[in-house]
């Protein structure tokens, strides 16, 4: 029996973290919550029996006491990863931070080597890892079904209401209070792509940019705000008040802590989560792809895109003497073995968490491991590191219209460090 502290009970620490405890109260129990939130931090409190003492205005004040639990949940935005992540280390907990892990390419590689100065058990919140769905590509890989691994194409399908939620209008729509969308989003099939081949990327080259949700594709007369009076209300995909009174909780919460139609109605009228998605102070990409090189000639490209009907991923890893294809909403990985006719299909189980079963999925990986030395997940956290460094890469490519070579930018950034310190 684990116990935890959380920090940031938000979406994903109420809702993935927080409820598998609830479910699972013989395996993980959390004793003490901070959030400045106070209806956030005193639901999660309530759920989880939670006592006054226990609760905590912010970070800082329940790091600066002294170890209370085994483990230690950070579950906040963003930019708010690394402090509280490098002082839980530093007073003994194991940590699960959630992704990415930083917004900086040096404080990754602190993290990593915090964890191993305080000896703790570390893991980064990539999910997807943790699906039957990928679980099932990888053995098959491992297996050798395909022969020699040459080629992947993954694709994230984010979809366009997702994208304009959480990318337009939402709380990843600007890198200055966000990350760069490729970081923020796809940290984690970067990650996916690292575990398929065993490797990080030897080059790396990317494009993209924001084409779509920007104001010279606003309609004619499209006010400022979906309720001002928009004259293509009726047809419009991202006419809020239709999008959020439809919305799931997940979505509702981002835009207000009592989830009723009203409260979203009230929300929307001038909040963010009410903005003409062409009328936003987004500047995050909505499309972006990458070329990457691995050792032994394995190539992959990867697309991350609004731009699709579907909210899912789908990939093609294509072998000397086979090729897998998958489709994660569907939870169907298909087999072709070149030469013969028949195809072989497997339907993975999506169990009821989200991501294909990967919120669930990682929740018990992380429990099994804190059963372990904290030098067994040490293989999770240097893929998620390289993740992080190739998005990073990335995005200097994307800007500057360069083949990044990894190695040198890792040097880079190392070298940085040391001059700074
Ligand atoms: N692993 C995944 O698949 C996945 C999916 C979605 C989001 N995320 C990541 O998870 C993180 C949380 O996302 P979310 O959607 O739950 O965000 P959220 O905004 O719903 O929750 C963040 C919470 O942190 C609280 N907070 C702010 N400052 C704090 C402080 N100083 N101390 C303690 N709490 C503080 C906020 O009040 C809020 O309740 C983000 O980094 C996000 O990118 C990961």
């Known amino acids: 029996m684990i116990k935890a502290i959380m920090i940031g009970s938000g979406a994903r620490g109420i809702g993935v973290y927080g409820a598998y405890a609830l479910i699972h109260p013989d395996e993980i129990s959390f004793i003490a919550v901070a959030d400045p939130d106070p209806v956030r931090r005193g639901y999660f409190a309530s759920m989880h029996g939670i006592e006054l003492s226990m609760q905590f205005q912010d970070a800082v004040t329940i790091?600066?006491?002294?170890?209370?639990?085994?483990?230690?949940?950070?579950?906040?935005?963003?930019?708010?990863?690394?402090?509280?992540?490098?002082?839980?280390?530093?007073?003994?907990?194991?940590?699960?931070?959630?992704k990415p892990m930083a917004?900086?390419?040096?404080?990754c590689i602190q993290l990593g080597r915090a964890?191993?100065?305080?000896?703790?058990?570390?893991?980064?919140?990539?999910?997807?890892?943790?699906?039957?769905?990928?679980?099932?590509?990888?053995?098959?890989?491992?297996?050798?079904?395909?022969?020699?691994?040459?080629?992947?194409?993954?694709?994230?399908?984010?979809s366009f209401w997702h994208h304009a939620h959480s990318y337009v209008r939402g709380n990843w729509r600007n890198?200055?209070?966000?990350?760069?969308?490729?970081?923020?989003?796809?940290?984690?099939?970067?990650?996916?792509?690292?575990?398929?081949?065993?490797?990080?990327?030897?080059?790396?080259?990317?494009?993209?940019?924001?084409?779509?949700?920007?104001?010279?594709?606003?309609?004619?007369?499209?006010?400022?705000?979906?309720?001002?009076?928009?004259?293509?209300?009726?047809?419009?995909?991202?006419?809020?008040?239709?999008?959020?009174?439809?919305?799931?909780?997940?979505?509702r919460l981002a835009v207000s802590n009592d989830l009723s139609n009203e409260s979203m109605l009230?929300?929307?009228?001038?909040?963010?989560?009410?903005?003409?998605?062409?009328?936003s102070d987004n500047d995050v990409v909505d499309h972006q792809v990458l070329i990457l090189e691995f050792p032994k000639g394995v190539t992959a490209s990867f697309t991350?895109?609004?731009?699709?009907h579907e909210n899912t991923r789908t990939i093609k890893l294509m072998g000397s003497t086979g090729e897998?294809?998958?489709?994660?909403?569907?939870?169907?990985?298909?087999?072709?073995?070149?030469?013969?006719?028949?195809?072989?299909?497997?339907?993975?189980?999506?169990?009821?968490?989200?991501?294909?079963?990967?919120?669930?999925?990682?929740?018990k990986a992380y429990i099994e491991l804190l059963n372990q030395e904290p030098t067994s997940g040490i293989h999770q956290v240097n893929g998620?590191?390289?993740?992080?460094?190739?998005?990073?890469?990335?995005?200097?490519?994307?800007?500057?219209?360069?083949?990044?070579l990894y190695e040198d930018y890792v040097k880079q950034v190392m070298d940085s460090g040391r001059t700074n310190s």
Not at 103 to 107: A, M, N, T, Y
Not at 124 to 130: E, S
Not at 179 to 208: E, N, Q, R
Not at 334 to 347: H, K, P, T, W
């Open 266 to 279: 009230s929300s929307i009228q001038k909040g963010p989560y009410g903005r003409c998605v062409f009328h």
């Open 103 to 107: 917004i900086h390419p040096l404080e």
């Open 115 to 158: 964890s191993i100065q305080h000896n703790v058990h570390f893991m980064i919140g990539h999910v997807l890892r943790y699906t039957s769905f990928f679980q099932t590509i990888k053995r098959l890989l491992d297996e050798g079904s395909i022969g020699e691994l040459m080629t992947i194409q993954h694709n994230e399908n984010v």
């Open 63 to 98: 790091l600066s006491h002294p170890k209370m639990a085994d483990a230690c949940f950070i579950c906040t935005q963003d930019h708010h990863h690394v402090e509280p992540a490098l002082q839980a280390m530093k007073l003994g907990y194991h940590l699960f931070l959630e």
């Open 324 to 363: 897998i294809r998958g489709h994660m909403e569907k939870g169907i990985v298909e087999l072709y073995l070149f030469g013969r006719d028949e195809v072989i299909s497997i339907q993975t189980n999506q169990g009821s968490s989200g991501h294909g079963g990967g919120d669930e999925g990682i929740m």
């Open 304 to 308: 991350m895109t609004a731009f699709t």
């Open 384 to 404: 998620a590191i390289s993740a992080h460094l190739t998005a990073f890469a990335a995005e200097i490519s994307r800007h500057e219209k360069k083949t990044v």
């Open 175 to 251: 890198e200055a209070i966000s990350s760069p969308m490729l970081l923020a989003k796809s940290c984690h099939d970067l990650d996916l792509l690292i575990w398929f081949v065993g490797s990080h990327p030897t080059s790396i080259s990317s494009f993209g940019e924001l084409s779509y949700f920007t104001p010279n594709h606003a309609p004619s007369g499209a006010p400022a705000f979906c309720m001002e009076g928009c004259p293509i209300e009726k047809t419009c995909p991202y006419f809020a008040p239709r999008v959020y009174t439809n919305a799931p909780d997940w979505m």
